[in-house]
């Protein structure tokens, strides 16, 4: 029998870190994943999937991954129940992570540090490692170079 789930998408809040009564730390947070069709009024559309991590990945998703991030999950997914107050059973469906990648470098902070790239802690990451940022045909640089600054891009301009 096989479990196994991998999912890219982007964090759709910070990530919230709580500890168990015995100490042992657990994040849960929510990455949208866009469905590969559009509707039929030709919008994409998107799940959005619970994410729950454990210990050392618990903390460090709480210390790096933030909104809007682009990221992959690898893990299982674990279907599990309990009574709420009312007396009826509510059924929660998650995936369980054992590995996390940061698809991209953090997007805040930083000085730009000449078009060097913040490394995950899992060795993830995305940017261009060892390119140039400059387009070499015909001499003309390339209009989507970012020189090494950061964008600046308000949490109000994500779509979740």
């Known amino acids: 029998m096989l479990n196994r789930v991998i999912l890219i998408g982007r964090l759709t809040r910070d990530p919230e870190l709580r500890y168990t009564p015995s100490g042992v730390a657990v994040t849960q947070f929510t990455i949208a994943v866009d469905r590969p069709f559009t509707s039929q009024g030709g919008e994409r559309e998107a799940d959005f999937i619970p994410v729950v991590t454990w210990r050392q990945l618990a903390e460090t998703c709480a210390n790096y991954l933030r909104k809007g991030r682009l990221t992959a999950v690898e893990g299982r ?46 060795g993830g990451g995305g940017g261009n490692a060892g390119r140039s940022n400059n387009f070499s045909r015909d001499n003309q640089k390339d209009p989507f170079s970012d020189d090494g600054k950061p964008i600046d891009i308000s949490d109000d301009d994500l779509p979740f």
Do not use: C, H
């Not at 107050?85 to 730009?112: C, H």
């Open 77 to 122: 997914i674990q279907v599990r129940n309990y009574e709420n107050n009312e007396g009826k059973r509510v059924y929660v469906t998650e995936v369980i992570a054992d590995n996390v990648r940061f698809l991209e470098s953090n997007r805040e902070g930083g000085s730009g540090g000449g078009g060097q790239r913040e490394e995950s802690p899992f």
